[in-house]
């Protein structure tokens, strides 16, 4: 099993995730997909860019984390996002929490415009695997 366990998790460390420019195709690909109503010409829903930066952090060049258990998310809307807006995230372990068969960490995302503005920003909490122990065979 690859991936990142708990055991590797560095707290303050920081993944900065590569940028995607946001087009008429995303929004409509989201509407599609969520069956909200248009936001109107040119805007992009507030959910939209969370979801194109999650995706985005699978293209950063560590292992994601193993994760067993979707816990918590603390998310803050600073600014409205236009189509032809280009975002990218910011992303830092704030802190892990070892427990029986894994721990919580706290990764803090920020999702930042081309003009390097906050756009959205928050706390995810994931209950992440420890490394499974070597069996004797």
Known sequence: ??????????????HETPAITVTEAH??????????APVGAGAVPDVLPLCLVI???WRVKDPPLVVLAFVGLDWQIMRELRVGDTVHSRSRILSKRPMRDGGLVVDERTVIDQRGEVVQQGKFTFLVAKRPKETAA
Do not use: C, K, P
Request: glycine fraction near 14%; proline fraction near 0%; aromatic fraction near 12%.
């Open 1 to 14: 099993m690859t991936g990142t366990f708990f055991e590797d998790v560095v707290v303050e460390r920081v």
């Open 27 to 36: 929004v409509a690909m989201y509407l599609g997909m969520t069956r909200e």
């Open 55 to 57: 995706g985005l952090g």
